[in-house]
């Protein structure tokens, strides 16, 4: 039977990966434990999301576009932000220096689980094997630091 101290870490994981390893030593759990604990939980996540990331972007689009629809109404037409923002340029520049690979790899671990899967899904959803990339990322990334923790710290 899995203790709070699995579930914890599982749950943890499936939203901040990158930190969940070093709390594997604190909570008294063996090197295994906190590596299958943590990748398990970062790839359930980052399957959840990225398989589901073009139903949450037709999501936003639809608010996107009642809102604007309503403002047609109205007549009170609110000016747009731009879309070339300092966040957009920058996403953009990540995304042509790192490219597919980087990006799969690095994204879900750097930012978020679920915001580096649904990044990754809106860039690189068609090419193949992108999700075999972020589970790669997840399982490389996940021994870096569940051996950081145990090993160096």
């Known amino acids: ?11 943890l994981s499936t939203v901040k990966f990158m930190f969940t390893p070093l709390l594997g030593p604190v909570r008294d759990l063996s090197f295994m434990e906190t590596y ?29 576009m009642k809102i604007i629809r309503e403002e047609i109404e109205s007549g009170e037409i609110k000016k747009r932000k731009k879309r070339i923002t300092w966040r957009n340029r920058t996403i953009v520049k990540v995304k042509s220096s790192i490219g597919h690979v980087g990006l799969s790899i690095w994204a879900p ?45």
């Open 1 to 11: 039977m899995f203790s709070q101290q699995y579930i914890f870490i599982f749950l």
């Open 36 to 64: 299958i604990l943590a990748v398990s939980g970062g790839i359930t996540s980052a399957a959840f999301f990225y398989f589901l990331a073009e139903y949450f972007m037709r999501k936003n689009r639809k608010k996107q």
């Open 109 to 153: 671990f750097f930012l978020s689980v679920p915001l580096g899967s649904i990044i990754v899904a809106k860039f690189f959803r068609d090419k193949k094997g992108t999700f075999l990339l972020i589970c790669l990322g997840m399982v490389l990334n996940g021994f870096i630091m569940t051996s950081i923790a145990y090993y160096i710290l």
